[in-house]
């Protein structure tokens, strides 16, 4: 009999960590994807674009996503076979849905309200979805070659 094993794809690279949903938290998951980011084969331009995504979707998921008791995770994976950077912030708010339209002006007086308007800008995909049985994962992915 010949059967074949179904393959994955081809990851060079990942890194996943839970952190707590404190501003604490959204700095290390910031600090930690820096310094993972600068070990692996990842242009510098690209590292400086993720590392502002990653704060803004864990400073997100800390303060927005946040619930009592319940961590946030980072998962950063770097995919070969596609040549793109995955970043993936889960909390546990999945009632609270980020709004995916470019529509969304916050007041110009107002110190925030303005953070997936930059991970859109600096992303080349992002997205939610929702991670059951309440939380939600809200994604981005960079374009490492070509670029």
Request: with cysteine.
């Amino acid at each position: 009999m010949n059967a074949t094993t179904p393959q994955l794809p081809a990851t060079a690279h990942t890194f996943a960590q839970r952190l707590s949903s404190t501003r604490r938290g959204a700095r290390l998951a910031r600090l930690l994807a820096a310094e993972h980011l600068r070990a692996w084969p990842v242009p510098p331009g690209v590292t400086e674009r993720a590392e502002q995504i990653v704060a803004e979707l864990a400073a997100n998921a800390a303060l927005h996503g946040r619930v009592d008791g319940r961590d946030f995770k980072l998962a950063l994976a770097l995919v070969a076979t596609t040549g793109t950077l995955h970043i993936a912030v889960t909390d546990a708010r999945g009632e609270q849905l980020p709004c995916l339209s470019m529509d969304f002006e916050a007041p110009p007086d107002s110190e925030s309200g303005r953070g997936l308007l930059l991970v859109a800008a600096l992303a080349d995909r992002w997205g939610v979805e929702p991670y059951p049985p309440s939380g939600k994962i809200v994604w981005a992915e960079l374009d490492v070659e070509g670029r």
